[in-house]
């Protein structure tokens, strides 16, 4: 079977521990989670986390299946790169020189469709949101220059097909 890119979506309570217990379902197995991203979801005291994984689909279903069994776990789902809209997003600090003495700083924040988020004495902060190629390839462009710093989000992601969580959910909100 051939590795793919999976976006995992877990809701669940938000409790202290789930995380760990997830994380240790992936090492139990030498899975390496690429990305991973815990937030509230659309519904109040349900937390959603979205992991990022390349393995075969037949161990992507098998891990949700796991995750599901914890207790604190509403649903799990898992989709394909082409069956989602998602995006990252990242920091740069690069040397203040550089902006007004390199022109082509200017052109790569242009062309990359970031935004410089402030400009200090000795640094300034770009921050650049898309998919993971397009900051790699800004990550790849200012590379020569110097980067002071550097981090990247995880990923967030939300389903192109219409998901029937949100009733899930707020029948599940409803019993608390």
Known sequence: MEKQWFTISVY???NVGLLNRIS??????HINIES???SKSEIEGVSKFT???NIQEEWTRKIVGQIEKQIEVIKAFYHTDDE???QESALFKIASDLLFDERQIQNIIKDSNSQIVTVARDFFVLAKSGRRNEID????????YGIMQFVRSGRIAVSKEKMQITALLNGFHEQQ
Not at 24 to 29: C, E
Not at 137 to 144: A, C, G, I, N, S
């Open 12 to 14: 669940s309570e938000n």
């Open 24 to 29: 240790g379902i992936f090492l139990k197995r």
């Open 84 to 86: 989602t809209i998602y």
């Open 137 to 144: 390839e800004m990550y790849e462009q200012l590379k020569p």
């Open 51 to 53: 992991i990022v994984v």
């Open 36 to 38: 991973l991203n815990v």
